[in-house]
């Protein structure tokens, strides 16, 4: 039912609202029951996708060496939630411990799409950085976030490369054959600007190329 909503922020707040109305407990907070509705949102994730480590972690055994997450080093906290492992048990657990999503489903989908709205629809590194600076760990996530990030109208509108326009065909003087100094070519700089009476006027240097080898004219041309 929760891929029928697919606002991060939503999801949590609808569920939190629905577990308020199932136990009738109003002593918590609204930042506490939405902390828990959070909680249980990934945590539901994290059964779908990696029921049988999460199974092995809490018998107290090693994951197998064909999991996709064995190189994450992961444990199960307090809470029931998979997180990352590491050497930094004194740092916060969402810093240093990132919870582990799974790279498809609708609850990953409805996060990354909302940290990307939250960093202005930039680009796959600046969401990715994002996400896991909030505390989260997509496995394969670069390559999702990008896939996601190519499929979107508003970002394909945003990133895309400039249009150039494209050049027209090159000249008969530039293809045939002719004798020497047959067509010869033209510099112009500028603009001079130059003191006329009481106003200031444009000129232009034109430097021709004669006909004659190694001879050029400068002229003057008036705007």
């Known amino acids: 039912r929760l891929a029928r909503i697919a606002d991060w922020s939503m999801m949590i707040k609808v ?14 907070s609204v930042v506490q029951q939405r902390k828990k509705a ?48 590491g050497r930094l048990p004194q740092l916060p657990s969402d810093m240093a411990h990132p919870v582990i999503l799974p790279k498809d489903g609708a609850i990953t989908l409805a996060l990354i799409q909302h940290f990307h709205r939250k960093v202005q629809h930039q680009g796959k590194g600046i969401t990715q950085n994002e996400i896991r600076g909030r505390g989260y760990w997509v496995v394969k996530g670069s390559r999702v976030i990008a896939e996601l990030v190519r499929k979107r109208v508003t970002c394909r509108r945003l990133c895309r490369p400039q249009e150039e326009q494209k050049m027209a ?17 033209m510099d112009c700089f ?20 004669s006909t004659r080898l190694n001879s050029s004219h400068l002229g003057i041309s008036y705007a």
């Not at 569920?15 to 918590?28: I, N, P, T």
């Not at 190189?71 to 990352?84: E, K, Q, S």
């Open 190 to 209: 500028g603009p001079f600007y130059i003191k006329k009476g009481r106003s200031e006027v444009k000129r232009y240097g034109l430097d021709r190329k």
């Open 38 to 85: 959070e909680a249980y949102i990934l945590q539901l994730a994290q059964r779908e996708a990696f029921s049988e480590e999460i199974q092995t972690l809490t018998e107290g055994k090693a994951v197998k060496s064909t999991s996709r997450i064995r190189n994450l080093d992961p444990y199960v906290d307090d809470a029931g939630t998979l997180r990352v492992g």
């Open 169 to 185: 065909n090159l000249p008969e003087d530039r293809t045939e054959p002719s004798a020497p100094f047959t067509y010869v070519g």
């Open 15 to 28: 569920l939190a609202r629905l577990r308020l109305v199932a136990k009738r407990d109003r002593q918590e």
